[in-house]
Nanobody, 121 residues
Framework: QVQLVESGGGLVQPGGSLRLSCAAS????????MGWYRQAPGKERELVAT???????NYADSVKGRFTISRDNAKNTVDLQMNSLKPEDTAVYFC???????????????WGQGTQVTVSS
């Protein structure tokens, strides 16, 4: 199994910044990609940003230019720097990891428990 521990959520005013961090641990042979998703009340979970082991990134259009995802492959961590936050960014943010347990095994998707981000004055 793979465990994901998130940190860094909280309450911030519009225009402010927050940094989310996620650390993966457990039975990990390799990680293909890590990323962040979010779910606002009454809405479906949506992609925020992902990053592969090779450094390729993908962002939701709504966060491009404001959020930056980064990853430390050696530490199995992923961070999300969120700037110029808007009230519509309010959601529970979930860390995701695509990992496999040994060479040749299939990749599985794992989720963290989520961290609340609230953008409000």
């Amino acid at each position: 199994q793979v465990q994901l521990v998130e940190s860094g959520g909280g309450l911030v005013q519009p225009g402010g910044s927050l940094r989310l961090s996620c650390a993966a641990s457990g039975s990990i042979f390799s990680i293909y990609a890590m990323g962040w998703y979010r779910q606002a009340p009454g809405k479906e979970r949506e992609l925020v940003a992902t990053i592969t082991s090779g450094g390729n990134t993908n962002y939701a259009d709504s966060v491009k230019g404001r959020f930056t995802i980064s990853r430390d492959n050696a530490k199995n961590t992923v961070d999300l720097q969120m700037n110029s936050l808007k009230p519509e960014d309010t959601a529970v943010y979930f860390c995701n990891c695509i990992a496999r347990h040994y060479s040749g095994s299939k990749y599985n998707s794992y989720w963290g428990q989520g961290t609340q981000v609230t953008v409000s004055s």
